[in-house]
């Protein structure tokens, strides 16, 4: 895994979480979440920006070990699919788009890194060149 996969990724994921409101930032109950061991029922509650973490985790974990267990039958045929299920599922329920998200933040990205070198003549300029040198 490269450098600059891991930089678009942390990237990303500060991007959809600056981008949450604080109402997306409320609780959200999952109920009727049964324990078959001991015959109870849980009420589990996270926020819409967890679920939407873990959406982005299960996608981009497929993604990683897609390149990795190129030739693995057994997460090809069962575990792929169970991750890529789930992380579908899930952003149906709270209808959210990753792939959107996704092509949103690669667009942002492009725009602000296409000129790095202006960037850098720009803060030159506002420093004023009073960079004082230490010998």
């Known amino acids: 895994m490269d450098v600059e996969h891991f930089w678009f990724l942390f ?21 009727k979440a049964i324990n ?8 589990v509650s996270c926020s819409y920006g967890d679920i939407v973490l873990i959406i ?16 693995d039958i057994q997460w090809k045929a069962y575990y792929r699919n169970k991750f890529v299920t789930m992380a579908d599922r899930l952003a ?30 720009v803060l030159a300029v506002r420093s004023g060149g009073n960079v004082q040198r230490k010998c």
Request: aromatic share 10%; net charge negative.
């Open 92 to 121: 149906g329920q709270i209808d959210y788009d990753y792939d959107a998200a996704v092509e949103k933040c690669r667009k942002k990205q492009k725009n602000r890194y296409s000129d790095v070198g202006e960037d850098a003549m």
């Open 56 to 71: 982005c985790m299960l996608h981009d974990y497929v993604k990683m070990m897609d390149k990795i267990k190129d030739d």
């Open 36 to 43: 078959l061991k001991l015959f109870c029922d849980y009420v």
């Open 11 to 31: 990237s990303f994921l500060r991007e959809v979480e600056n981008g949450m409101t604080k109402d997306e930032m409320k609780q959200v109950m999952i109920e």
